[in-house]
């Protein structure tokens, strides 16, 4: 979109609005009479302002090429060399097609054709991206932190974690962005995602949310053009192969807002994903009295790896196959804690935790294949 908005707004400030400025500014030294010349500048202003909001509204328009294969750059020079012959043959149209084949083509098979978990790399906080073979894409938590000395954010989280990561996946939406409770380390860089990915639609619990978060989320909201939705009314979310069920653990009377966590068990295909926010083993007690859960595939460890959640109930009911934790390196509450690790590992689970693994992506195929991303 920067090349095509440079294209127009380059001559149209070059040949009307620079020239225009020149001439008010010389002629309003000899004379008071220009309200003719007003009239023109106010029009070409209004021009201006309509083809900003134009452009404003395209910005989502986007391609993030995602990281390509050694097959995938072949075709690049393959691609490259026919449209650049084409285009000094002067088949102009030609090469434009060839080009544009060979971006759909590179994109559509460089992308991921299978299910997959990716828990990001975002510190002492919670994000998880969960990717279906349609291509849907559905984000649980931002991460975030407070800032220090009660700065502005800087949203370095996003500029160079999760943006990136979202890139190298070929990621310019997110279908469904579920926020599980009010905490920073989970909602934080809303603000800076919101402007800078298309979000179709945010879930929330809106009980577990004071007057003031709401009024900020559904600014933000507004002004991105996303769909605000309530996850105690929602119960399910369906798409193509696969179900989120919004499981009722909520404590409402608590001042806990981490007992007022979304916690969803994601089915796709024969998979089961426990995903549990920052729930404590108060909610897990209403989890095992309210529901029959199935064999857990992969879990969401609750609050970091803290212990005052995966209580022995819980885990050896559920006995994961695979257990993810998100933790900062070094972090103050020496968090995640060994008695739960120890508990995971009795129960036959492998345990992959960001702090020491960095970025974690399941293939949600027979083998669950796992890969890390260690950045620094």
Excluded: W
């Excluded at 009307?16 to 070409?44: D, G, K, Q």
């Excluded at 590179?106 to 054709?113: E, L």
């Amino acid at each position: 979109m920067g090349l095509i908005s440079n294209l127009v707004f380059v001559p149209f400030y070059s040949f009307f609005i620079f020239p225009l400025a020149i001439l008010f500014y010389i002629l309003s030294h000899f004379t008071i009479h220009l309200s003719i010349l007003n009239a023109i500048i106010s029009v070409i202003f209004k021009l201006h302002d309509c083809l900003v909001s134009i452009f404003l509204k395209l910005k989502y328009l986007r391609i993030f090429v995602p990281d390509l294969s050694i097959i995938s750059l072949i075709f690049i020079m393959i691609f490259t060399f026919l449209s650049l012959f084409l285009f000094v043959k002067k088949h102009f149209i030609k090469a434009a097609l060839i080009i544009c084949m060979g971006i759909f083509l590179i994109i559509y098979y460089s992308s991921s054709t299978e299910g997959q978990l990716t828990m990001l790399d975002v510190g002492q906080g919670d994000s998880i991206l969960f990717q279906t073979d349609s291509k849907q894409n559905i984000m649980i938590d931002t991460g975030g932190k407070r800032s220090e000395n009660h700065k502005q954010p800087n949203f370095n989280i996003s500029k160079y974690k999760t943006i990136p990561s979202l890139k190298s996946k070929g990621i310019s939406k997110i279908d469904y962005l579920i926020i599980s409770h009010p905490h920073l380390d989970h909602m934080g860089e809303l603000p800076y995602l919101a402007s800078h990915i298309n979000i179709k639609n945010i879930i929330l619990f809106k009980d577990s949310f004071s007057r003031s978060e709401l009024y900020n989320i559904e600014k933000i909201s507004n002004t991105n053009h996303i769909n605000v939705l309530d996850a105690n009314r929602l119960h399910t979310l369906n798409l193509k192969d696969t179900t989120l069920r919004f499981l009722d653990t909520y404590i409402k009377d608590s001042d806990d807002k981490n007992e007022q966590s979304i916690v969803i068990l994601l089915s796709y295909k024969h998979k089961n994903i426990l995903l549990t926010g920052d729930m404590t083993i108060q909610n897990e007690t209403l989890l095992l009295q309210r529901y029959q859960l199935p064999k857990i595939d992969i879990l969401k460890v609750a609050h970091h790896g803290s212990k005052t959640s995966s209580s022995s109930n819980l885990i050896e009911l559920i006995k994961p196959e695979i257990s993810l934790i998100s933790s900062g390196r070094g972090n103050k509450y020496q968090l995640p804690n060994q008695e739960v690790i120890q508990r995971l590992y009795e129960n036959g689970s492998k345990v992959y935790d960001t702090q020491i693994n960095g970025e974690i992506t399941v293939k949600l195929n027979s083998d669950l294949n796992i890969t890390t991303n260690q950045t620094n």
